[in-house]
Structures are given as C-alpha cells and as structure tokens.
C-alpha cells in the first residue's frame, strides 16, 4: 500500500503495471482534483484502496465515503460550483440513487468542473441488474467517455476533466467491470503539484442555480448547447480514431471493452475490418461517422448492453441517404452479458463467416460445477438465519436487503423471498403487510443500508403504523463492497468521528419496540423474533456480531494474536443428523460419501458459533480435547 501511494505521488513520469481502478487516481492527481467522493460498491471500491494508500498528509485532495450515491454526488457538486475540480464514483445502480440530483447537473454552471467516474456491470457480475447508464447519460445532456484499458482510463480522465473546466459541465467517465479490473503498463505524465487556492468562487452570478420553472427551460437550452459544443470537440479529439485495414467492404465501429474482444480476433480474419473506435460515446462524433459510413458497404456495431449508438448510427445513415448495409444487435443475447472475445467472435462470424470461422466447439464437454457464493465461516448472519428459521412458519414472508445477507437467499437458509435494492426491504414488508392479516411479514437489513437509504421506509412504517419486524443485521461495517465504516463504526475515511448508533436513531423516530442480541446467541434470538412478530406494531430486532472476516484480518496483523481454537467433530456422538452441513451450512463441514463429518481446518476460524447447532453435541471445541474429553 505504501509502495503504491508513492507511485501515484511521483514528479517525474514514469511506467508502471496497474488497474484502471488505480490509473484513474494518478490522473486525479495530475488533473489538480481537489475533492473526491464516493459511496463503495463494486466494480469501483479499488478506487478507494488507492486513494488511501497515499498517506492523508500528503493527499492532495480531500476525499470521502458519503452516506450514499445522491449524498456523495451533491457533495461533489457544491464543491464544484465554489470552484474545485471534483469528483463522484459509484456503481451502475449507485446513479438510480444519485439519479435525483445528478439529471439536474448539466443545467447548472459548475464552475471548477465535475467529473463523474461510474462502474457500470455488464453481465452483472456484482449488481441486481446490467442496466445501461448511457440512456441516463442521454436523459441528462452529459458527455460519456468510454475507456478500453488502464491506460485509456489515465488519459480518457484527463481529457474529461479539462472538458469539464473548459464547458463547466459535468461529464461522465464510463468504466465496466473488466476496465475496472484489468491490468497493463501505463505510461504515466509528470505532476507538478501547485500551492492549493482554497478561495471559495461561489457566486449567484454564475447561475442560476435554482432550477425553478422560470428558469428551467434556458437552463435546458444552456445545457443543449453546452453539449454541441462538446460534439464538435468529439471531431477533432484522437480518443476517436480509426484503424485503416485497407478494406473498403466491411467495417467495425466500437468502443471500450468490445474494442479489446475485436483485437483478440483480428489475427484469424482473412481480411481485417477497418474500425472506427469511439472514445466519446456520447455525443457521438457524426462526421468521422458519416465519413465512415460512406467508404464502407457493411458496418457491424459492436456495443454492450442496449444498442444506443446502433439507433443513432442508423438515425445518421438515414438522414444522409447512405445505402451502406448497418448490421447491429440480431440475437437477443447480443443485449446481454459482457462482450468476451468468443462472443464477439460468434457475432463476427455470424455477420460475415466468409471473414471469421465460428470457434470450434469446447474440448470440455462436461460444464463445470456451479460454485454459489455463500457467507464466511463465522459469520453472524448465518446463525441468525438459522436461529430466525426456526421462528417462522412457512408461510411467513421474509424481504430481503442488499448485502452479505442476501444470500440467506440461497439454500440452506431460504430467507429472503423477495429484493429490489437497498433500503427496500422496510416499505415493500409494509406493502405485502396490507390486506394481511394470515401471514406475518419479515424484513431484513443491513447496518450500512440503514443509513443508506431505509430511513424513509422505516419512517413511514411508523407514520402509518404498519405492524411489521425488522431484523436490523448490524455487523458494524459495509461488509460486502471491502468494510467501509459507516456512521455507526466511529470512525471515517480520514479518523475517527461522531458515533451514530443505530438504536439511537430508532428511538428518536419513535420505534418503541427495540430488541437487541447478539446472532451467537441463538436461542435468545429465536425468542426475541417470536416476541417481534406477536406485537401489532412496528418493531425492530437488532442482530448484532462483527465481520468475522473484518475481525480475523485484524486480529492477524496483531502480533500478539494467538490462533483460535477450532472445533473437532466426535465422531462417537455423531448421528449422521447433519444439521451441520444441511440447516447451519457452514463451508468447514465436509461430508463424504459415507456421511461422516470432518472439519476443513484450512477453513475454520473457531468462533464456535456451530457448536449450538448440534443435536446430539458432537460437534466440541478443540480446548476439550487438550484438556483429556474422550472424543
């Protein structure tokens, strides 16, 4: 971590292999970007590791975890306006939640320019949906740039950041998981850090800024006008070039990570396409398209996700009477997942298979096996779902919440019938409490969500009295993006800070019935989510443990720390119940063929929580045998 926050702090230039996720912080430093912030979610949280990486003495912007997106974007712009170059990252559904203010930006006159850095997720490898943001980006008249590599993040940054001060805009850098995550040699420039003008720009006179109905419609026309600039400047940047292969038939226009899958199956064609990479996404650049367009007779666009620039393309054709054959999305896969080279080695070849052969089947006939996420051993979500399980009937309803406890979706636990995203748990219970009066109605949430976005719900809950249970999962970290604190932990990005506990919140919106356990502690748990759901009022059980993999890390850097004791299986007491591996679940039983129980001490952490769980006993501490139990 040190080494890396001296790199990102060098004067001189120089090379070096990294992620995306950690060019985008160099050029950060480069461009003078003074504030920086965020909430976690993936595929962005390594933006943050390499932020902290450099020593917060010698950082040379200010940056933060806000409560969530919308918070972090309006953070992001008021320091704008008074004259800082900022800067908001999130992921792909993060902008649903920013999506308020963030529409709302481009009619605005930012001052010191405002950098928007979204990870959005084809093939939804960690969000709900693959939504495409560039139809948000359209919605709201903002620029989007589109990067295919690490290096292409460093400089794509810096040409959106001096746009943004050039325009007094905001503008959109879109990344995607693999961008995100890949690495290569990046050529880095020379910084030259300045003395930093903290002078306070903000004035009225630049607005406006209240967009108010008599205001609203010249904002919009500023805007518009604002973003044809930035058209003519897609004409003339080389973040759009064309690779000329001499063929005058057949041509690619693309952008991004479908750029890198093309390069990967370029080599096998007999003759090459001719391609158009797009750096600017939108607006898009509309004569080097229709110059394109016209030296060409079929075009393939490759885009992931939705076929927006495939609509404009063929919107460009038509208004200039080209008779050039535009073939783009024709499967409805091609609307789905990410653009691997053998996908779009499937698309090529099925566009133009006298060009590109289909790949020939795998030589693995046999799939692999599916490997389902599922919880850390010890963690406390897994004896509250087991515990929780046992205090429900089956027709219960539970709703789940975004976070680690999510999977108690998944078998054993099956808790969690229903999702949408954070903070939804609370209104939807309340929606499915209604008319209802046969089946009680469980919701689920995470400490993080909770003051990310459940405190509407949870108010309305008690405005119009809906009498549902929700089990608050506090675990005292946003857990599943990389433990963020958050505004229960006490602590912050930069220090320590003002505590706001969870249960303190809920007293002060006036919830009377509060209840609070530890998950180890199974059978209070069990009682106290029975006593919830009898009472016709909204009530709240607080079920409370670490991060168990946040609390193990940390006891390793601790040179004192001695190695827990795990547990053992008596094989004598065991009965072959398996409720271990069948209701509990926990990664370290194994179960062979025969049925006996083993313990993968590779895997356990000896928290102990399983040893409660065991009908007949026979799972024991490893402490008993050194002290002369027969097991």
């Known amino acids: 971590m040190k080494r890396m926050g001296n790199m990102l702090l060098r004067r001189k230039p120089f090379s070096e292999i990294v992620m995306g996720n950690t060019a985008v912080v160099r050029a950060m430093v480069e461009a003078g970007t003074r504030v920086v912030s965020s909430y976690p979610g993936s595929p962005t949280p390594e933006i943050a590791l390499a932020i902290q990486s450099i020593p917060s003495t010698a950082r040379p912007f200010y940056f933060e975890f806000s409560t969530n997106e919308k918070v972090a974007t309006e953070l992001a712009y008021g320091a704008a306006v008074n004259g800082h170059l900022s800067t908001v990252f999130f992921k792909s559904v993060g902008l649903n939640v920013a999506a308020d203010t963030f529409v709302q930006l481009s009619l605005m006159n930012i001052i010191g320019g405002m950098v928007v850095v979204l990870g959005d997720d084809p093939g939804a490898n960690s969000s709900q949906n693959e939504q495409d943001n560039r139809h948000l980006a ?83 026309r500023a805007a518009l006008k604002k973003l044809e600039m930035v058209r003519l400047h897609t004409e003339q940047t080389d973040l759009n070039r064309v690779i000329d292969n001499k063929n005058p038939v057949h041509g690619v226009i693309t952008m991004g990570l479908p750029f890198l899958s093309l390069m990967e ?23 080097a398209i229709v110059k394109f367009l016209s030296e060409h007779q079929e075009i393939k666009i490759l885009e992931e996700l939705d076929d927006t620039i495939e609509k404009q393309i063929k919107a ?120 209802n009066t046969s089946r009680k109605v469980l919701a689920f949430m995470g400490d993080s969500t909770f003051f990310h976005a459940a405190l509407p719900g949870i108010v309305n809950a008690m405005f119009n009295r809906h009498a549902i249970s929700l089990i608050l999962m506090e675990n005292g970290t946003t857990a599943m993006t990389g433990h963020q604190d958050h505004a229960a932990s006490g602590k912050k990005f ?16 006036g919830v009377k019935h509060i209840f609070e356990v530890d998950t180890y502690q199974q059978a209070k748990l069990k009682e106290m989510v029975v006593k919830s759901l009898s009472i016709d009022e909204f009530s709240v059980v607080i079920a409370r443990h670490v991060c168990m993999l946040k609390f193990t890390r940390e006891q390793r850097k601790n040179r004192h720390h001695q190695q827990p004791q795990q547990v053992v299986i008596d094989q004598k007491a065991c009965e072959r119940i398996h409720t271990c591996v069948e209701s509990f679940g926990c990664p370290t039983f194994t179960r062979d063929v025969e049925g006996n129980i083993t313990i993968n001490t590779d895997l356990c952490i000896g928290d102990g929580s399983c040893i409660q769980i065991c009908p007949t006993k026979a799972i024991q501490s490893a402490r008993k045998k050194s002290e002369g139990e027969a097991l």
């Not at 995550?181 to 406006?208: C, I, M, S, Y």
């Not at 599922?374 to 205090?391: D, L, V």
């Open 265 to 287: 199956n370029m080599g096998g064609a007999a003759t090459n396409p001719d391609i158009l990479k797009l750096g600017y996404s939108y607006p898009l650049a509309k004569k």
């Open 138 to 220: 359209m919605l709201s008249y903002t620029p989007v740039l589109e990067p295919a590599d690490p290096t292409e993040v460093y400089l794509f940054y810096l040409d959106a950041a001096r746009l943004s001060q050039k325009h007094q805009m905001p503008v959109i850098l879109r990344l995607t998981t693999h961008v995100c995550h890949a690495k290569e040699r990046v050529d880095f420039g020379e910084w030259q850090p300045l003395q930093p003008d903290n002078t306070p720009r903000f004035d009225p006179a630049n607005g406006p800024y209240i967009p108010i109905t008599s205001l609203a419609i010249e904002q919009k």
């Open 494 to 509: 930069n220090g320590e800070t003002v505590k706001i506990p969870v249960r303190q919140v809920l007293e002060g919106l």
């Open 316 to 435: 460009m054709a038509f208004d200039h009477k080209l008779s050039v054959k535009i073939i783009g999305k024709t499967h409805i896969e091609d609307w789905i997942g990410e653009y691997t080279p053998d996908k779009v080695r499937g698309m090529l070849s099925a566009a133009w298979p006298d060009m590109f052969k289909p790949l020939p089947p795998s030589e693995f006939s046999n799939p692999m096996p599916q490997r389902p996420p599922q919880m850390c051993p010890g963690c406390g979500h897994r004896s509250a779902f087991h515990a929780i399980k046992q205090s429900l009937s089956s027709e219960d309803i539970t709703v789940a919440d975004i976070g680690c406890h999510t999977l108690g979706f998944l078998p054993p636990y099956e808790m969690g019938q229903l999702l949408m995203c954070m903070g939804s748990s609370t209104a939807i219970a309340s929606g499915l409490h209604l008319f």
